[in-house]
């Protein structure tokens, strides 16, 4: 029930393009959804982040859709760059619990 | 503004030799995580700290792995002794305050144990 699924594990998309990375979990107690970007040999860091009480929250080019009947959400990348090839985490919380569980990761490829 | 400090950036041991990583918090900050990631099982929380008090270690693996916060700024992650399963990289992130308080991620620990 503490397990957040990823999909897909690897993304290649056009310069320009969108890319668009799932999530899901089961555990209905979870109320904070972070997206991690990690580049090689550097920490995750944070993203974009959503609580459950609003569906969409954007910044710049970065958006997460959040469906809370379904228990998903996704992030969306909008006129993809180069700079954007990394690897992207979702993660869910339950704030009471302060406990971060992250999903596998997925590597995201821009080509030019 | 220094981020979360991480020593060393790598570490490589023999088996059954102690291994001891660092970490320094943000200053200000009063929740300290430690984490392992590693291809297989990806980024998994063994242990987290607030105000200097050990939380929820059920993510260490073994009694091999310990953590201690000997002041409010410093974490240390000691295995003893390491085995090549605990080769992984490991890092630290730190927070101001609890629940869905951004984690800040140090540069990690890449530990390889032959």
């Known amino acids: 029930q503490q397990q957040v699924k990823q999909s897909p594990q690897s993304l290649i998309v056009q310069k320009g393009g969108i890319s668009i990375i799932n999530c899901a979990y089961e555990n209905t107690a979870f109320d904070y959804f972070p997206w991690y970007q990690q580049f090689p040999g550097k920490g995750p860091a944070l993203l974009i982040a959503?609580?459950?009480?609003?569906s969409e929250k954007k910044e710049g080019r970065f958006t997460i859709s959040f469906n809370k009947s379904a228990k998903q959400f996704s992030l969306h990348i909008m006129d993809s760059q180069p700079g954007d090839s990394a690897t992207y985490f979702c993660a869910a919380m339950s704030i009471g619990a302060q406990k971060l569980v992250f999903g596998q990761g997925t590597r995201l490829t821009i080509n030019p | 503004d220094a981020g979360v400090i991480q020593s060393p950036r790598h570490e490589v041991t023999e088996m059954g030799q102690e291994v001891t990583l660092r970490c320094k918090l943000i200053s200000g900050h009063n929740s300290l995580f430690w984490y392992r990631q590693t291809m297989m099982r990806g980024l998994e929380l063994l242990i987290y700290f607030n105000n200097n008090v050990p939380i929820d270690d059920s993510g260490m693996p073994e009694d091999r792995f310990s953590a201690k916060m000997p002041n409010a700024s410093f974490s240390t992650l000691k295995i003893q002794p390491s085995e090549p399963r605990d080769s992984a990289v490991y890092f630290c992130a730190s927070s101001l305050g609890t629940g869905g308080n951004e984690q800040y991620f140090g540069p990690g620990t890449r530990l390889t144990v032959t």
């Open positions: 959503i609580r459950p009480d609003v």
